[in-house]
């Protein structure tokens, strides 16, 4: 199980930007995460990574989250480039590297909602997949709370729709981790992700930004097609997430290109 965790063990300097780094902020950033029986994912990550695990109510349960957002002025970090707004919605399993210790995600994959989508799917053999993303959102920033958040995707890959409401300011509720913080510092600060290439060869890439200040969110309703499909999390388990939480804006740093793990079984 998950031992806490706090922001000063996991908030790091930006690293230096060089190359083709982008930077970009996230607009109607949300993490929407479910607690998953650990079996269904077997066979679907490399030995060298451990399922992050949490207990609710005596049961181990991984984590799996969808995190949609709009990518806004996203752009090179270093050089003059144009910037591109467009859709991306990610969808990502909480692990952690036995090699190295460090906790971060393995990505199932990415919708984006750009041409762009063939250079990372084509060029780095992400598995990253063409589809239209449309964002119906309110947010107000004198209370700090979406009045609406709407978010609809119509994909082969990963048809989605998901609909989410801000009530009064409460605290995150986030059931199986030691405490708020150390939950908060889990379930949005992992800088490191790994995946399998559209050639089956393990890749990673990192981010960085700074502390996130999301506020918590009740889910209306959702349906991603993908998880459905794949059966990690039936369509109904998915009106009942674990936690969702969400950021009205963040930059994000993005370091690249992506690279190959040499040894990932």
């Not at 300097?13 to 995460?33: K, N, S, W, Y």
């Not at 467009?86 to 210790?101: E, F, H, S």
């Not at 960085?208 to 039936?234: C, D, Y």
Request: hydrophobic content about 40%; proline content about 8%.
């Amino acid at each position: 199980m998950l031992t806490p965790l706090k922001f000063r063990d996991v908030l790091i300097e930006r690293p230096q930007v060089r190359g083709i780094d982008a930077v970009c902020q996230l607009q109607h950033f949300a993490i929407i995460t479910y607690a998953v029986a650990p079996e269904r994912f077997s066979g679907l990550i490399p030995d060298r990574f451990e399922l992050d695990e949490v207990e609710i109510n005596g049961r181990a349960y991984a984590l799996l989250s969808v995190v949609p957002f709009l990518d806004v002025d996203f752009t090179s970090a270093v050089l003059p480039f144009p910037k591109f707004r467009m859709g991306q919605t990610n969808y990502r399993i909480y692990i952690m590297d036995t090699v190295t210790g460090e906790r971060g995600v393995w990505f199932l994959g990415t919708t984006l909602d750009s041409w762009t989508v063939v250079i990372p799917r084509q060029i780095w053999k992400l598995p990253w997949h063409p589809g239209q993303i449309t964002f119906d959102c309110a947010y107000d920033a004198q209370t700090g709370r979406y009045s609406r958040y709407h978010m609809w995707t119509e994909a082969e890959w990963a048809p989605a729709m998901v609909v989410l409401r801000q009530d009064a300011e409460t605290p995150p509720c986030l059931p199986g981790f030691p405490d708020t913080e150390s939950g908060l510092a889990y379930l949005t600060h992992p800088l490191v992700s790994f995946y399998h290439r559209r050639d089956g060869r393990v890749g990673t890439y990192r981010v960085w930004h700074e502390q996130l200040m999301v506020q918590p969110a009740s889910l209306i309703k959702a349906n991603f097609g993908l998880l459905s499909r794949t059966g990690l999390v039936t369509a109904e388990e998915q009106q009942m997430p674990h936690s969702v939480l969400v950021q009205p804006i963040a930059e994000f740093t993005i370091y690249l290109p992506p690279k190959i793990v040499a040894s990932a079984s």
